[in-house]
């Protein structure tokens, strides 16, 4: 993958990229059950841009970690790229994260002992053949997010805007099926925000699929849909814009 490619060669825009059927995921509390997602079925499709939300309870933060391979449903079938995971090991789990997920976090989670190059290569650390042009990419999505000359720089030499976009571009090295963005604007100020959600608009219109969860309506309404979940359920689907910003 370089820095400007238009999406994945294995994903063709309009798949199927990632497929909930039936989805169930279940808490015990005592005698108390709790459906935290209660029968949830979706298909996210290669080049959409969706935001996720929902009240305190809605099932939101459960999808997340159902999406990111973090936990697995209690019954229903979860695909991504057409295999199924909801099944698998947690070793199995983790390789598919690192393969087919890209994730932003609100805090960035940034590595503080490396320096800008480093922490976009991270992802691939965990890979037993990192690509040969590992570095070659991460050069160039250093320079996709606008740190191409900030590549020595450690996290407490940027701003929180720049923190993210290193976030962003290590979500990126592994040229993932779905790029899983948590409050991703929450720490930072409106102005700053609205950059980073300039750039997610720049690799929406370049093809990347992604999900933005987030629970600020001014945030959600930016995506191209949203998907809104109350009890364990969907409650609306919205489509906000069917094209990319120019």
Known sequence: MTAGSSSSARDRAGEPVVELTDVRRVYRMGTNEVRALDGLSFTFRAGEYWSIMGSS?????????????????????????????????????????????????????????????????????????????????????????????????????????????????????????????????????????QEILQLFDELHAEGKTILLVTHEPSIGRHAQHTLRLSDGKIAEVTHNREEAPA
């Open 57 to 193: 309870g809605s099932g939101k933060s459960t999808l997340l970690n159902l999406l990111g391979c973090i936990d697995r449903p209690t019954s229903g079938s979860y695909r991504i790229r057409g295999q199924e995971v909801a099944d698998l090991s947690d070793d199995e789990l983790s390789e598919i994260r690192g393969q087919h997920i890209g994730f932003v976090f609100q805090s960035y989670n940034l590595i503080a002992q490396l320096n800008v190059l480093e922490n976009i290569l991270v992802p691939l650390f965990y890979w037993d053949e990192p690509p040969a042009d590992a570095e070659e990419r991460a050069r160039a999505l250093a320079a996709r997010v606008g740190l191409g000359k900030r590549l020595d720089h450690k996290p407490n030499e940027l701003s929180g805007g720049q923190q993210q976009r290193v976030a962003i571009a290590r979500a990126l090295i592994n040229d993932p099926a779905i790029l899983l963005a948590d409050e991703a604007t929450g720490n930072l100020d409106s102005k700053t925000a």
